[in-house]
Structures are given as C-alpha cells and as structure tokens.
C-alpha cells in the first residue's frame, strides 16, 4: 500500500518569513495530492491540492509543487502569519478514472507537521 | 469548497453503553464517506470506508462489530461505537466525498468521544 513521509515534524518561523513542507510517497500510482491545515480540536481543512498532471499550483501565498519522478511534493507559504500556525498534513490518493469524472479513493496521510509562527 | 457536519462535536459516556456520531454531507450528495480515529499530536488514522448503500469496507486491525458504520443516505453516515471503553476515547473525523464537489474530500469538525 501506498506509504507517505512528511518532514519536518515541527517547524518555527518567524512573522514574514516562509515556510516549506516536504513529503514523498512510495505508490507512483497516486496522483492526487491534497495538503489539510488542522487547528487545535478541529477537522482538517483543505488548503490547496494537486494533481499528477501538474508541476506547480499556487493560491495567494500558498503554493503545491510535484516532483512525479522523485516521489515528493512540497508545501511552501511565504509571508507566514501568526494564524497559519497549526499542524499540517499532507496526504496521496489514486484516482480511477470513470464516466462521471476521476474518483479518488482513501487517503493516505503523513505524519504532519506542527507549525509555530512567531509574531 | 463543501460542508460537512459532525454530531456531536463532544460527547461522554460510560463504558459498557453505546454512542453513535453522525456525519452530513450539506450542500452535496456523498457516494463515499471516510471514517477516521485520531489520538493526540498523531496523523488521521483510516477507519473505514462507506459508500452509501453498501457495506463499509474496513481497514485492518479495525473490528467491524465495535465499530458500526451506515451510509443509509446520500448525505448521512454513522458510527456507533459499541460497547465503549476508555482506551476507545478519540477524536473521530469523518469526511466525505460526491460529484458535485469534483470528488474532492472534505472533513467534518470532529467528534471528541471520552469514555468514562
């Protein structure tokens, strides 16, 4: 089964400065990879997701990069705030394409990473 | 993006009774819905998964007769811990799935279990 790896398992920045995630995966079938923001006592919250057909995706200061060949992609946000800090979790899918679309089935998360912004 | 709704967002009970957790999918119609277990400063661990209609698929090491998943609807799913105990006591997170949102998955709020 699919395996993923995320590092680091915490990180501290300082107000302004950016952040970047790692994670690889062991499944080359996956091709749907999705990053959650999870507060404390809360549901994970979809903050941006890509798909294999991709290299690069990017929302305001939030970006996704894909390296299929190597196995890993990255979650970078510049500009940090105060409120970004929370634990983040990538995660890896395989989609099965169908006549309604492409279905993506269970994910497969990493360990997360505890993310501490400074003011 | 999509709403999914978790209830109850908390809940204690005894050990030896029962506690269901309902997730709703409110503004979409889940074909799919993921049951997850999550112990503190660790990852989501997979359940169970339910497709509405059919019985939900469990992952290993899970027991089915603890662990009691029903996707009736389209838009509903439960679980029912049974029997509880307290090294049951978990946040439990649902998320769910449907066409109409691109089959992108999204999270309820969770529902925080303590057994007693």
């Known amino acids: 089964g699919e395996n993923v790896e995320q590092h680091p398992s915490t990180l501290s920045v300082q107000e302004g400065d950016s952040a970047v995630i790692k994670c690889t995966y062991s499944?080359?079938?996956?091709?749907?990879f999705p990053w959650y923001k999870q507060e404390l006592g809360k549901g994970p919250q979809l903050i941006i997701d890509?798909?294999?057909?991709?290299g690069e995706k990017k929302d305001q200061r939030i970006a996704v990069t894909l390296n299929k060949t190597a196995k890993h992609f990255s979650l970078h946000i510049t500009e940090t705030q105060p409120e970004d800090s929370a634990v983040y979790f990538c995660?890896?899918?395989?989609?099965?394409?169908?006549?309604?679309?492409?279905?993506?089935?269970?994910?497969?998360f990493g360990q997360g990473t505890i993310l501490t912004v400074h003011p | 993006g999509a709403v999914v709704s978790q209830h109850p967002s908390w809940v204690i009970c005894k050990s030896g009774t029962s506690v269901k957790i309902e997730c709703r999918s409110l503004?979409?119609?889940?074909?799919?819905m993921f049951w997850y277990r999550q112990f503190p400063k660790q990852s989501l661990m997979l359940m169970a998964t339910?497709?509405?209609?059919?019985?939900?698929?469990?992952e290993q090491g899970v027991e089915k007769d603890k662990f009691l998943i029903n996707h009736a609807s389209l838009t509903l799913s439960t679980l029912t811990v049974t029997s509880a105990h307290p090294e049951d006591s978990s946040f439990y997170i649902c998320?769910?799935?449907?066409?109409?949102?691109?089959?992108?998955?999204?999270f309820g709020e969770g529902s925080w279990l303590t057994v007693v």
């Open positions: 499944d080359s079938a996956s091709n749907y």
């Open positions: 998320s769910a799935k449907g066409q109409s949102k691109g089959n992108t998955i999204y």
């Open positions: 890509i798909r294999s057909n991709v």
């Open positions: 995660a890896a899918s395989r989609g099965v394409l169908n006549a309604g679309g492409t279905s993506y089935g269970k994910l497969t």
């Open positions: 503004d979409f119609q889940a074909t799919t």
């Open positions: 339910s497709n509405e209609g059919s019985k939900a698929t469990y």
